[in-house]
């Protein structure tokens, strides 16, 4: 079945510093990729997707690149800010299956001043 | 901006006791999720609607939840009798179509069972 694994956290960082949360999935057939940010008490956002092979998804100063031949999807941001803190979830979409979505376990950020 | 809108937003119930959330989809979205998400996981789908019709219950655990879009609009999901195990988020999304991949998510109805 489809799976997705992310990088266990918390992640702390200091402003301005580089993100990056690692992301690799499983599925069979050509799934889109999605990234979203759930801030405390709130449900979750559409942070980007990418829908096929070498697409890259970007919001916000975020990016993420979709790799088929390493089926990763990492996501990064080049200069975090406290705001960003938040807890981030991997996920793709089974195409082939009325697109239920599958997500990984999430992966809290904290960034300090 | 369309959101998807949930009630209520936090709900407290005691074990055996029943509860029920509701959902209204974004205007037009054919297409409704039921997730639960466990803290310190990720959401797992419950139930899927196209239109009234479920086109996915195989995660709802049928002998106490169920799940009503009668109109095709907005939904229900119950839980009766609510267990100490069914503490947690319950979150709806909606996406234009079946086919179209982008969901769209609710702020959420945070279970608490004693």
């Known amino acids: 079945g489809n799976s997705v694994t992310q990088m266990e956290g918390p992640v702390t960082l200091s402003e301005e510093a580089f993100l990056t949360i690692n992301c690799t999935y499983t599925a069979t057939g050509y799934p889109s990729l999605f990234w979203y940010v759930q801030y405390p008490g709130e449900g979750l956002q559409l942070l980007l997707k990418a829908t096929k092979a070498d697409d890259k998804g970007s919001n916000k100063g975020f990016e993420a690149t979709y790799r088929k031949e390493t089926t990763s999807f990492h996501l990064e941001k080049g200069s975090v800010q406290v705001s960003d803190s938040a807890v981030y979830f991997c996920a793709l979409s089974d195409q082939g299956g009325g697109n239920k979505l599958t997500f990984g376990t999430g992966t809290q950020l904290k960034v300090e001043l | 901006e369309a959101e998807v809108a949930q009630s209520p937003r936090y709900k407290i119930t005691e074990k055996s006791q029943a509860v029920a959330f509701w959902c209204d989809p974004i205007?037009?979205?054919?297409?409704l999720y039921w997730y639960r998400q466990i803290l310190g996981q990720g959401p797992e789908l419950l139930v899927q609607f196209q239109d009234e019709s479920v086109v996915d219950d195989s995660q709802l655990p049928k002998d106490r939840f169920s799940a009503e879009r009668l109109k095709g609009v907005d939904s229900t999901l119950k839980i009766q009798p609510a267990e100490l195990g069914d503490s947690a988020m319950y979150l709806c999304a909606s996406s234009l179509a079946r086919e179209t991949d982008t969901q769209y998510f609710g702020p959420g109805t945070r279970l608490t069972v004693l």
């Open positions: 205007s037009g979205h054919a297409t």
